[in-house]
């Protein structure tokens, strides 16, 4: 993400935000435990979810701009010592000792160059049983907008920070070795079309 796309993003995602993303921010961060890891933390849109009880996150973000105001959210939160920052790839993740116990990922699989590859880096970074709390946009399953989603994409990627409006992240999650716990398909609310189709839930690392 460049300069330009990080200062837009938040105001772009505002009213989205507002209608429903923020919602489902809550219900699902509610469910992080232990040692957690969110990859592409983007501007830090679900720090305020994270439950009291959880007394360390390390957030990534590898584009300097958005990082910049991760750093900014993060030093305006009650208990901000329980995050740490780094600029690592997705692809880079390490496991922590024994392995993390959450990876948190959202919006972030339209991004990646392989996504399939960051899914793996994901899974190798996670205990045995460990928890994918996942959000994301994905290629729509009617016909009409799966084409309008094809057209468009070439140009998207380019103005939109790499970001693919035709990935299945749902079933790559499943092919990489998760179990699905929990997925719901829903449309993000006041956005264009073609970003509207989503999922999001808990898969645990087989
Ligand atoms: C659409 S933003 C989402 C930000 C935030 N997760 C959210 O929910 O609002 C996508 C983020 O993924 C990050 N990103 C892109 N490729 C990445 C990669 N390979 N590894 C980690 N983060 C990546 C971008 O820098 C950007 O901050």
């Known amino acids: 993400m460049n300069w330009f796309s990080s200062k837009l ?3 772009i995602m505002r009213h989205c ?3 429903c993303l923020r919602d489902w921010r809550r219900e699902l961060l509610a469910q992080a435990e232990g040692t957690v890891v969110e990859v592409g933390a983007g501007t830090g849109a679900n720090l ?4 009291d009880d959880v007394d360390e996150v390390i957030l990534t973000e590898p584009a300097p701009h958005m990082r910049d105001q991760l750093l900014e959210r993060v030093a305006q939160q009650p208990n901000p010592d329980r995050f740490t920052v780094d600029e690592r ?3 880079q993740l390490e496991p922590a000792d024994g ?4 990876v948190v990922m959202t919006l972030v699989l339209c991004s990646v160059d392989e996504p399939r590859e960051a899914l793996q880096a994901v899974c190798s970074a996670l205990k045995p049983e460990g928890k994918l709390i996942f959000l994301e946009h994905v290629a729509s399953r009617r016909g009409g907008r799966h084409t309008a989603q094809r057209i468009v994409e070439p140009v998207w990627k380019v103005c939109a920070g790499n970001c693919h409006l035709t990935r299945r992240s749902g079933e790559a999650i499943e092919e990489v ?3 699905l716990k929990s997925m719901k ?3 993000m609310k006041t956005l264009i079309p073609f970003i509207r189709p989503s999922v999001r839930g808990i898969a645990v690392k087989k």
Not at 48 to 51: G, L, S, T, V
């Open 9 to 11: 993003y938040d105001p």
């Open 17 to 19: 935000e507002e209608a």
């Open 48 to 51: 305020e979810f994270y439950p």
């Open 89 to 91: 790839l997705v692809e």
């Open 99 to 102: 392995g993390f116990d959450t």
């Open 177 to 179: 070795g998760f179990e």
């Open 185 to 187: 398909r829903e449309e």
